[in-house]
């Protein structure tokens, strides 16, 4: 066992009540231990019915007669905060909130005088929507779930209160919790459980934070906190969509490759290069990155003619560890300025007129919104291969236009010759097969092109004009962008 990881077990009531951990692996208490909700903890999303679960699970087992009921397993990492000792939790907070709502509620049944105050609710626990919504509504749900009092006896039922005293006790003292206590982030976030609080298996990008975070034993436990809490401030399923609909997809089609899904089996592919590696090939590519970080820091890189140099490509490896997260925020807000119509690096495509009949007229069904991800990503890329972060020349910026006509025209020509359009028809046209028209894979085509114009001169021998004869969209608004086809000469006038 590590010297900085300690191994304990405890009771719902010594954590909550006491600021305890009941039995270290030494076979002795931990006192002083202040469980906190960091920062860049996720939202607290359990709802009235997983709350009441848990507490449909506690009572079943109380009356099984358990002498002792495991209820999860809790990742503390102990860090200090204003000189002293302090207790995040990294994984189990979903629970561990849960159980101190349901003792307030518990204790509000008793006297005045013999009422406990729940220390984790005392604090800031997070002003994020969700957590707002969800304490209040779970604490009434367990308030209305164990007040039920009888019209006897002055409206009071002094068998129910007991049987009440009774399951908190139960809870207290015969609820338990394995906990693992590290003072290094990293290997806290090693032993994130591999199941959340019903069942549900790990995103991916879970998989990998863990994976990098063991790659970033050198970094400061400072710093590694704030990759973690800008990491975790992500809604956790765009991060899963970030990952698997676009950076994975993106990877498997620039290789040739038909793009599955995104799973433990294939996650090797944003491992990337270790610190170990002393390969030719780790060696160029770690270089490449500690030079352009290197510039990058540089107070006047005017001075040398170098601005802003990109860390790094879509179709290079990644560096593990700390680089990982750079290069998923780096991609991460690239793509949302994308997608979102205001701005990315260098460039302001707002007010772009195919974006915004897209924008206004296109915004949903499947079909039109694989297409729309398809042209997002055809953006992406080109972003990413020839666009400068900053200051544009106008020859780049009128590039750059250019390009975003032949990228509606390749994924709106898939779209327009589609009923209903699915993944397996769009896996099909990247990669050249169904018969349509402009099936190609485009993004190939950008990976293998050295300049922005050997990659127009490519896609005008490759794009072809449409046929009205092939035309099978049915969405009223067709019209709309039929008309930039017609005005860029890839569909004839009627």
Same mark, same amino acid.
């Given at each position: 066992m590590k010297d900085n990881l300690t191994l304990a077990i405890t009771s719902?009531?010594?954590?909550?009540?006491?600021?305890?951990? /009941?039995? !270290?692996?030494? @076979? &002795?208490?931990? $006192?002083?231990? #202040?469980?906190?909700?960091?920062?860049?903890?996720?939202?607290?999303?359990?709802?009235?019915?997983?709350?009441?679960?848990?507490?449909?699970?506690?009572?079943?087992a109380r009356n099984d007669n358990k002498e002792v009921y495991r209820v999860g397993t809790l990742i503390l990492h102990k860090t200090q905060r204003d000189g002293e000792d302090v207790y995040d939790i990294v994984d189990g907070q979903q629970r561990t909130i849960t159980f101190a709502l349901l003792l307030h509620a518990l204790y509000e049944l008793e006297e005045?005088?013999?009422?406990?105050?729940?220390?984790?609710?005392?604090?800031?626990?997070?002003?994020?929507?969700?957590?707002?919504?969800?304490?209040?509504?779970?604490?009434?749900?367990?308030?209305?779930?164990?007040?039920?009092? /009888?019209? !006897?006896?002055? @409206? &009071?039922?002094? $068998?129910?209160? #007991?049987?009440?005293?009774?399951?908190?006790?139960?809870?207290?003292?015969?609820?338990?919790?394995?906990?693992?206590?590290?003072?290094?982030?990293?290997?806290?976030?090693q032993f994130f459980d591999s199941q959340n609080a019903r069942g549900k298996a790990l995103y991916p990008h879970d998989l990998l934070k863990a994976y990098h975070l063991r790659e970033m034993s050198?970094?400061?436990?400072?710093?590694?906190?704030?990759?973690?809490?800008?990491?975790?401030?992500?809604?956790?399923?765009?991060?899963?969509?970030?990952?698997?609909?676009?950076?994975?997809r993106l990877k498997e089609w620039m290789n040739g490759n038909v793009a599955d899904e995104l799973?433990?089996?294939?996650?090797?592919?944003?491992?990337?290069?270790?610190?170990a590696s002393r390969a030719p090939y780790a060696r160029f590519y770690k270089g490449a990155y500690a030079y352009a970080s290197q510039i990058n820091s540089l107070s006047i890189p005017g001075v040398l003619g170098i601005q802003d140099v990109s860390p790094f490509q879509l179709n290079a490896p990644i560096i593990a560890g700390k680089p990982f997260f750079e290069y998923a925020d780096?991609?991460?807000?690239?793509?949302?300025?994308?997608?979102?119509?205001?701005?990315?690096?260098?460039?302001?495509?707002?007010?772009?007129?195919?974006?915004e009949v897209l924008d206004t007229h296109f915004k949903s069904g499947t079909g039109n919104l694989i297409a729309r991800q398809l042209f997002d990503m055809a953006l992406l890329l080109y972003v990413d291969r020839f666009s400068p972060a900053t200051y544009p020349s106008r020859t780049e910026v009128s590039l750059f236009e250019r390009f975003v006509r032949y990228a509606f025209v390749w994924a709106y020509s898939l779209r327009a010759q589609h009923y209903r359009l699915g993944w397996p028809s769009a896996q099909n046209y990247i990669m050249g097969k169904g018969?349509?028209?402009?099936?190609?894979?485009?993004?190939?085509?950008?990976?293998?092109?050295?300049?922005?114009?050997?990659?127009?001169?490519?896609?005008?021998?490759?794009?072809?004009?449409?046929t009205?004869?092939?035309?099978?969209?049915?969405?009223?608004?067709?019209?709309?962008?039929?008309?930039?086809f017609i005005s860029y000469n890839f569909l004839p006038k009627q």
């Open positions: 719902i009531g010594d954590l909550l009540l006491h600021n305890r951990i /009941s039995l !270290s692996q030494e @076979g &002795k208490p931990i $006192e002083g231990v #202040r469980v906190c909700i960091p920062e860049y903890q996720r939202p607290y999303k359990w709802t009235a019915r997983n709350a009441i679960q848990l507490l449909d699970d506690i009572i079943e005045e005088a013999n009422r406990r105050f729940i220390g984790l609710l005392m604090q800031n626990i997070g002003s994020n929507k969700h957590t707002c919504r969800n304490i209040p509504i779970n604490l009434n749900a367990f308030r209305r779930r164990i007040r039920k009092v /009888s019209d !006897s006896d002055g @409206g &009071k039922d002094h $068998e129910h209160t #007991r049987d009440m005293q009774t399951l908190r006790e139960f809870i207290e003292t015969q609820c338990e919790l394995i906990v693992v206590i590290t003072d290094d982030i990293s290997e806290a976030f050198d970094v400061p436990s400072g710093e590694t906190e704030e990759i973690v809490k800008r990491w975790e401030k992500i809604p956790q399923r765009e991060l899963a969509d970030f990952f698997g609909e676009y950076l994975y799973c433990e089996a294939n996650i090797h592919k944003f491992k990337g290069v270790n610190r780096h991609y991460y807000s690239l793509l949302y300025d994308i997608r979102h119509n205001d701005k990315f690096e260098g460039f302001y495509i707002k007010g772009n007129k195919i974006v018969g349509l028209i402009n099936a190609l894979n485009i993004f190939k085509v950008i990976s293998d092109s050295d300049t922005p114009t050997s990659l127009m001169s490519s896609l005008d021998e490759l794009l072809v004009p449409l009205w004869d092939k035309i099978k969209h049915s969405d009223r608004n067709i019209e709309k962008y039929l008309q930039f």
